[in-house]
């Protein structure tokens, strides 16, 4: 089965931007007073892995990122 990750999401009307390395981790990088600040998620809850299931859906406004949004917060 092929790789599928890292897949790349942000949270649509808000400057949230997501990293999913895989089906139970994810960096999530917020802007604070325009720094952006990351934070690693572990998914060890049963919500928290629906909320990952729904970034890599793009369910519940999460749209993917565009190229230029991608190497900008996480290269």
Do not use: H, W
Not at 13 to 39: C, H, L, M, W
């Amino acid at each position: 089965m092929e790789n599928i990750f890292p897949i790349y999401r942000k949270l649509d009307g808000f400057a949230r931007f997501y990293k999913i390395e895989s089906t139970d981790s994810f960096i999530e990088v917020t802007i604070v007073q325009g720094n952006p600040q990351q934070q690693r998620i572990q998914a060890v809850q049963f919500p928290e892995k629906l909320r990952i299931q729904d970034m890599i859906s793009c369910s519940f406004n999460y749209i993917p990122m565009t190229e230029e949004e991608i190497i900008r917060y996480f290269q």
